[in-house]
């Protein structure tokens, strides 16, 4: 979910919030997600492998949550935003049936190697408050009306 309209660089300030992001993980998205990562561990979708694990039902992959983040900062970015680079740590796991919110800020502009890049830092909650990602960092190229 991009937006069409391109951020461009000289208009992001620092300190600057990206609008929240508040998702449902359905046991759907988590199959879907399982068939376009050929990633076919059952105790992403299969209740009764996850629970004979120790698990209260099926959850979420990591790398879901890394999608997700990109997801949200291109579309803060628009069309042309081009995540560079995006590092996060998981801290809780996410259970099909829960909700997360994926909050972020921009911390720091910089130009590198011509790049123009907006630095921000991410957060993943639960519904219930529970951290799930906590200083996520990504550097995002946005478009820029100096490039030609």
């Given at each position: 979910m991009t937006s069409p309209v391109s951020k461009q660089f000289e208009d992001v300030a620092v300190g600057e919030?990206?609008?929240a992001l508040e998702t449902?993980?359905?046991?759907?998205?988590?199959?879907?997600?399982?068939?376009?990562?050929?990633?076919?561990?059952?105790?992403?979708?299969?209740?009764?492998?996850?629970?004979?694990?120790?698990?209260?039902?099926?959850?979420?992959?990591?790398?879901?949550?890394?999608?997700l983040l990109a997801r949200q900062l291109m579309a803060w970015g628009g069309a042309?935003?081009?995540?560079?680079?995006?590092?996060?740590?998981?801290?809780?796991?996410?259970?099909?049936?829960?909700?997360?919110?994926?909050?972020?800020?921009?911390?720091?502009?910089?130009?590198?190697?011509?790049?123009?890049?907006?630095l921000c830092t991410l957060s993943v909650a639960k519904a219930d408050g529970t951290v799930v990602v906590r200083d996520a960092t990504a550097a995002v190229e946005l478009a820029s009306r100096r490039q030609g």
């Open positions: 919030a990206l609008p449902a993980i359905s046991l759907v998205s988590l199959v879907a997600y399982a068939g376009a990562t050929w990633d076919f561990h059952r105790y992403h979708y299969d209740g009764a492998v996850a629970a004979s694990l120790g698990f209260p039902g099926p959850f979420m992959d990591g790398q879901m949550v890394g999608a042309d935003a081009f995540v560079r680079k995006l590092s996060f740590r998981l801290r809780e796991m996410v259970f099909a049936d829960e909700t997360i919110v994926i909050t972020g800020k921009v911390k720091d502009k910089l130009v590198d190697g011509g790049r123009p890049l907006a």
